[in-house]
């Protein structure tokens, strides 16, 4: 009987001891990559509450890295951790706040150094490094992530969540791909910022029911003929015209509209969801996603 005691004392210190670590110093093997469960040691199912996702380049050529911010807003809102794990590439520290730690052999996966406060804050990110992988194609980011309310107890009174996958393209050869388009390399159409945003004003934007698009139409390029005809539309995931942002000729320069889907005759019964930015000036042809939230 005394041996059973002596069992039963080592495996609670046990359990106690490691989630501590999970809730102190991070955890991993919690992605949706590994199957995981996520942060069940603070709640049995994930809340969507709680959102998360990440910002960064969309396209990283083969071998190099890229610098990339994990968000995280929603749930209790007094501290916030993070597991994040990509499918082929590599992830990084990209200073104190963050950490590698194994989850299995040849598998490192990014993790936070301590939970983060949210203190005013709405909205708390790490920064982090991704390293592409050797081959072309396309990589996924996976993260996990939760919200809690900061009485140091892993409890049913904080809540976690799933990240949305973040999708990396990997190319290769650049050089080949600016000389089969010279004219496209001269045009940039940025990612929208913030994204997500909110169409109801709430937190993921602060507050704010627009997104900013910004473009740029270069001052040379041959076959252009100043001023060029510029149109940017917005489409749902079926392809349907939803808003109409630019249709004009505009000389070359620096350019920045702002969508609200509030202020459109058609826009105000826009659903959440993944919707489609697209930029056209003759040749050039550029479309980004935007994230919708309410």
Avoid at 70 to 95: C, E, H, M, Q, W
């Amino acid at each position: 009987m005394k041996k059973i005691y002596s069992i039963l004392i080592l495996f609670s210190f046990t359990v106690f001891f490691v989630a501590g670590v999970l809730r102190s110093n991070g955890y991993v093997g919690a992605t949706e990559k590994d199957g995981g469960t996520g942060c069940n040691c603070h709640n049995y199912s994930p809340s969507n509450q709680v959102n998360a996702w990440i910002e960064g380049p969309d396209s990283v050529l083969v071998g190099t890295s890229a610098n990339y911010k994990l968000y995280i807003t929603g749930g209790p809102k007094i501290r916030g951790g993070f597991n994040l794990a990509s499918l082929n590439g590599k992830v990084a520290p990209f200073d104190g706040f963050t950490k590698l730690m194994q989850y299995v052999p040849n598998d490192s996966q990014l993790t936070h150094s301590s939970p983060q406060n949210f203190s005013d804050k709405d909205t708390i990110f790490w920064n982090f490094i991704y390293r592409a992988p050797s081959n072309t194609g396309f990589d996924t980011v996976y993260s996990v992530v939760n919200s809690t309310n900061g009485n140091g107890i892993a409890d049913g009174n904080d809540r976690w969540n799933f990240g949305r996958k973040f999708i990396v393209k990997i190319y290769n050869n650049p050089v080949s791909v600016e000389s089969e388009n010279s004219i496209v390399d001269n045009f940039i159409l940025h990612q929208n910022y913030p994204n997500p945003f909110s169409a109801n004003g709430g937190s993921i934007s602060g507050g704010n029911p627009t997104t900013t698009i910004k473009y740029s139409i270069p001052s040379v390029g041959e076959g252009l003929a100043f001023p060029v005809e510029v149109t940017l539309k917005v489409y749902d995931i079926t392809g349907r015209e939803v808003a109409s942002l630019v249709n004009e000729r505009q000389a070359p320069g620096n350019y920045e509209v702002k969508f609200s889907p509030g202020s459109l005759g058609n826009g105000r019964n826009l659903p959440s969801g993944v919707y489609i930015y697209k930029l056209e000036s003759g040749n050039y042809k550029a479309v980004r996603k935007l994230i919708l939230l309410k």
